[in-house]
């Protein structure tokens, strides 16, 4: 099992549509979550940070986090073409000395 | 401006040869990190440093080597022993505190001729 798991996609949505994005993790003791996106060819950047169980929302971007089902979620609203990227599950393992271990990535595609 | 940056963009590497990567930041940074990424893939930890003159492997260290003489550089080296290195990558940089979020340079792409 990975530690951190996420569909690769792609995953297709129409523009102005909400896009679901999910991770799944396997060590219980994760304390911090974060998502990033990441354009062809460039470097991540962070949308968003969660640590604690529930919603947390920033513009259009919404994190959910269910640490008893050890599965966090990203929503993105309205979702618009330049969206349209591969998002990047992150997890810190409590004890790993502050080191992130990434997901593989799901990949949107926001249609016209 | 504060950041992180790496060089060259583009490496180029022969069979046999050691090449290095530059990593440098701005930041004031206690902790940086290397990371690899395959196509479609995450990424993978390769070192990291949380302080001056100490690093760790992570979990593909086979093939590379750092060092951390001084704290705003962070310099990695793919050796000949690295038999598949083309691939993006990535450094990295935090204060080294829990639950910190990385601030990434923009990355170099190697690959074999």
């Known amino acids: 099992q990975k530690e951190v798991e996420q569909n690769s996609g792609p995953l297709s949505v129409p523009e102005g549509a909400i896009a679901s994005l999910n991770c799944t993790y396997s060590?219980?003791?994760?304390?911090?979550f974060f998502w990033y996106r990441q354009y062809s060819g460039k470097s991540p950047e962070l949308i968003m940070s969660?640590?604690?169980?529930g919603d947390k929302e920033d513009g259009r971007f919404t994190a959910q986090l269910n640490k008893a089902s050890q599965y966090v979620s990203l929503l993105i609203r309205d979702s618009q073409p330049s969206d349209s990227a591969t998002y990047l599950c992150?997890?810190?393992?409590?004890?790993?000395?502050?080191?992130?271990?990434f997901g593989t990535g799901t990949q949107l595609k926001v249609e016209l | 401006d504060g950041g992180i940056t790496q060089s060259p963009k583009y490496l180029f590497r022969k069979e046999g040869q050691n090449v290095t990567l530059s990593c440098e930041q701005n930041?004031?940074?206690?902790?940086m990190y290397w990371y690899r990424q395959d196509p479609g893939q995450g990424l993978r930890l390769i070192y990291y440093?949380?302080?001056?003159?100490?690093?760790q492997k992570g979990d593909i260290a086979e093939g590379y080597s750092v060092s951390r003489e001084k704290k705003e550089s962070f310099p990695l080296t793919v050796t000949s022993a690295q038999k598949n290195p083309t691939a993006f990558y990535l450094c990295?940089?935090?204060?080294?505190?829990?639950?910190?979020?990385?601030?990434f340079g923009s990355g170099t792409q190697l690959s074999v001729l």
């Open positions: 060590d219980r003791v994760s304390q911090s």
């Open positions: 990295a940089s935090n204060q080294g505190t829990t639950n910190e979020k990385l601030f």
């Open positions: 992150a997890v810190n393992k409590a004890g790993g000395g502050n080191k992130l271990t």
């Open positions: 969660i640590y604690s169980n």
């Open positions: 930041l004031n940074h206690d902790a």
């Open positions: 440093s949380q302080i001056v003159n100490d690093f």
